[in-house]
């Protein structure tokens, strides 16, 4: 690799950086000022655009995101004169930009409270009822998590096309609706709930498992997801499932410290030392997961998954989990909600408490069913019950498979190390 061709490699992977850590405190924020969630989507692609043109020539900016949101700005700015309307607006996004140039860049936008209220607006108007429930899926992860259209195809088990067409459609639809950049009034909330907690949801399980990339966790993505729980349980204190979301998002959020060992590679949950949990983010799962319970209502879709985590969270060792206990929330959850991955993280709670065989015949009816054909930790369990069913050479090809599917490259390494130690 060249000289040239190495700067402009390290300019685009710190544009990518940049974009999945800023992208919704971006959109958000020129959202809010164009009062226009599709042009400000439109905004930051262009801003990401020259950022690919001149950071190879200029250098990267010292702060990144800053540059960003005001070159996105700009062109708002621009924007609005071209169409010679909206002179009041353009002069105040034009004094607020002349003050970001002149203080700390990073400052600039306010205090954190205000775009942590920006970025829960997002989720909502994303999540609003007039799109499709796959298009706020699609646009919210694409916006809030700043997840490419690749890695959000692999989130929601679909093509690239789909994904695309899914996003388009769902700007369009806003934009017809003009739906407003706010959280919605106190009486539309509940029919936007469900929604909202599946994106936090996805949000949460992209930092605890990344889909993609170098890295196999995003704890910044994560506590993100966390505190956005938080906000919304503060705007509807009555509904369980919200502190339920919550409970299971602190539980898994526990083992952060021992998920990743010294070297980069993925810890498996058995490996892990249990005395470096965050025993504080257990204690906090408890308490919501208690107060989810204390409305009287059962646990619902996310009850059931923080019952699971709770588990294992106050299990003092591995060998001392309830396994039984699991397979029977596993049975629960997917009476309620049936699915493929749900069956698959059951047939792992059955092979602890009844033995590898009994897993291997739910796992190879997920094999054979095909809607997991590409997905990674299907075919991840599958070798690890060929191994200690004591078949070491299918065990290992397994291993390599599951490598070979899209993933993260971390965990993608792990697994062919388990298939060379095999081998």
């Not at 093509?159 to 067409?165: D, E, G, K, M, W």
């Not at 019952?307 to 699991?326: K, S, Y």
Request: a negative charge; one cysteine or more; aromatic letters at 6%.
């Amino acid at each position: 690799m060249d000289a040239r061709t190495a700067v402009d490699t390290h300019a685009r992977r710190a544009v990518e950086a940049v974009w999945r850590a800023e992208s919704a405190r971006i959109v958000s924020a020129l959202t809010r000022h164009t009062g226009d969630f599709a042009w400000a989507e439109d905004l930051a692609q262009e801003a990401l655009v020259e950022a690919l043109a001149r950071w190879p020539q200029a250098g990267i900016p010292d702060t990144p995101g800053a540059w960003l949101l005001s070159v996105a700005k700009r062109r708002a700015i621009d924007g609005w004169r071209r169409r010679e309307r909206l002179q009041a607006r353009e002069a105040v996004m034009a004094h607020d930009l002349r003050e970001v140039e002149a203080r700390h860049p990073v400052e600039a936008d306010g205090d954190p409270d205000r775009i942590d209220d920006d970025v829960l607006r997002l989720v909502f108007v994303a999540c609003h009822p007039v799109l499709p429930a796959q298009a706020r899926l699609a646009l919210t992860l694409r916006t809030v998590a700043g997840l490419t259209t690749e890695e959000i195809a692999r989130v929601l088990l679909t093509t690239v096309p789909t994904v695309q067409q899914r996003i388009v459609r769902a700007k369009r639809s806003l934009a017809e609706a003009g739906v407003p950049f706010e959280v919605p009034d106190r009486s539309e909330r509940p029919a936007r709930l469900a929604s909202v907690l599946q994106v936090l949801y996805l949000l949460f399980t992209e930092g605890y498992a990344s889909a993609t990339g170098d890295a196999a966790i995003r704890p910044d993505v994560a506590r993100e997801a966390v505190r956005l729980g938080r906000v919304l349980a503060a705007l509807m204190p009555t509904e369980p499932e919200i502190f339920s979301l919550i409970a299971l998002m602190e539980f898994q959020s526990s083992r952060f410290a021992t998920r990743i060992g010294a070297d980069g590679l993925p810890v498996p949950l058995a490996e892990q030392h249990r005395g470096s949990w965050d025993r504080s983010a257990i204690g906090r799962g408890r308490a919501a997961l208690a107060h989810a319970e204390s409305f009287g209502r059962g646990l619902g879709y996310y009850g059931l998954q923080a019952a699971v985590a709770e588990c294992h969270a106050v299990a003092p060792t591995f060998d001392d989990t309830d396994w039984a206990l699991i397979v029977r929330l596993y049975d629960a959850l997917d009476g309620l909600a049936p699915s493929p991955v749900v069956r698959l993280n059951r047939a792992v709670a059955v092979s602890m408490a009844a033995g590898p065989d009994q897993a291997m015949l739910i796992v190879e009816d997920l094999v054979a069913d095909g809607s997991l054909d590409d997905f990674r930790p299907l075919h991840a369990v599958r070798a690890e019950l060929l191994e200690r069913l004591g078949e070491p050479d299918a065990a290992a090809t397994a291993f390599r498979h599951a490598a070979d599917l899209p993933g993260n490259e971390a965990e993608g390494r792990a697994l062919r190390a388990r298939a060379d130690a095999l081998g």
